[in-house]
């Protein structure tokens, strides 16, 4: 009698291991199982129908290669298709239906994947609804396929199509779906034919190192691959080449990180560890048996983390980009919670600080700001953050005219720092009359303003021009005046 084993529990032990969440690796069995795709066969022997010929004639006469099998489909159903679309330019108007004698298959198998209607197929399949719950944790996906299951299930992650869009878009290998083998969106993209893996191979040796790192990094759950898949046998030797034959460490991690799900043989789960010769080199890895899928989305629950996983990207391709290009961090940052960060993303280029409030941040406002927010109140950062960081660092240089009183009587019964009162008696009305006497004199005999858009033409500092700007206002007060004000607020 076979004892009965808790996958779930089995795989979170396995998980909980790793210091990284896992990336999905999803193949064709995938689409099959929630969408009932037909896998790389039954797709080509779909269109074989357009020819007349079996799809098992064209595996013979290419010794079995199913992509040769499939280049010599493509040159027979390029043939029809032209017959039958020879008026249709507004279809064939790029330079690729001129150049290449597969375009038309690719084409008609885009078509063909985007006609099916996965939103209203997948509706309530069970596994499926454990595998979208929010409290699902990786950090992104890997697939082969060129369907849109993936996107429909997942539309918060960013999509990268083909070797092109991972060597010039930067992924940031957190929050992404990589279809490493083209997407029916881009017909054009699609790894079909001899020449496309050939092409594929030559400019394998980024992706190859790109998934290196993620095999590394993060366990990797494959899902809808059978072991002995070609793709996934090719993948491993071209990763396992770019280890040492000494470096046992890598070695071990790699095998630690790879888990197979595949169907159970009977109706018992199982799990094992198995070892696979790769290169004449021995791979383990742990191979999952069970016929219930959702209890290995329920092992995906278990992982903790506080932040969705499209703002981690977010976060992440933000510094990627404020050190790609410094120039970026001239531009000026706002100090916001997450919370609020998250209700309207869409205005935020960047944030930083995730948790608690940055105090760099809160340094970096100056007295105009300050004066910004008492008149606007525009400052999305907390009063008393602003109290205790903001203002003692401005103090530093600058300690006449520092308005505060505003962050001091919204935190009534706060502790506040003595020198925080000391500031603030620098602001009374007898030290302000003490002062302004001397600034009226100097106003007098500098400035003969006939109107407050003459301030602007001046060369004086700022706080020069606020001073007398008070003056000014008080003693022209126009409505004309109100209004030009706020152009130097």
Known sequence: MNEEIDVEKKLVEILQQSLSAPFLFIGSGFSRRYI?????????????KYVNKPFQQ????????YPEATSLLAKD????????????????????????????LKYEISKYLKEFQVKDIIQNNKELEVLKNKEVVIDG?????????????????????????????????????????????????LIVTQDDYSNFNKKNAYLAAKLLSIFLEHPVIFIGYSISDLNIQELLEQIINMIEVENHDYKERLSKNLIFITRAKDNYDNIQTVAKKINDRDLNFTNIE???????????????????IDYLRVIKEGIYNIVKDPSNS?????????????????KIEFVVGIGVTNSIGLKGFS?????????????????????????????KRNRVYLPMQKYIASNQGKKIPSSLNEINK?????????????????????????????????????????????IYLSKNKTEENCDNIISYI
């Open 330 to 346: 001239n531009k000026k940052l706002a100090v916001i919670d997450f919370e609020e960060a998250i209700k309207d993303s869409s």
């Open 290 to 308: 069970t016929n219930d899928f959702s209890k290995i989305y329920k092992a995906l629950q278990h992982i903790e983390r506080k932040i969705p």
């Open 426 to 470: 620098l602001n009374t009305n007898e030290y302000i009359k003490k002062i302004s006497s001397s600034i009226k004199k100097n106003y007098k005999k500098t400035w003969n303003l006939d109107s407050i858009i003459h301030l602007s033409e001046n060369s004086c500092k700022i706080d020069k021009k606020l001073n007398y700007l008070a």
């Open 141 to 189: 996906i890997i697939t082969t396929n060129w369907d849109l299951l993936l996107e429909t299930l997942f539309p918060k992650l960013k999509v990268y199509i083909g070797q092109s869009d991972l060597f010039f878009k930067a992924p940031q290998s957190i929050g992404e779906i990589y279809k490493i083998h083209g997407c029916c969106s881009n017909y054009n993209s």
């Open 367 to 395: 007295i105009n700001d300050i004066i910004k927010d008492i008149i606007f109140n525009n400052i999305h950062a907390k009063s008393y953050d602003l109290l205790m960081v903001t203002i003692p660092e401005l103090a």
């Open 36 to 48: 009932e795709l037909p896998d790389w066969s039954g797709l080509l022997e779909h269109f074989c």
């Open 77 to 104: 159903f390029s043939e029809t298709w032209w017959e039958e679309h020879n008026t249709c330019k507004e279809i064939f108007s790029t330079s690729e239906w001129r150049s290449h004698v597969d375009t038309p």
């Open 58 to 65: 064209y595996l013979s006469s290419s010794n079995g290669n």
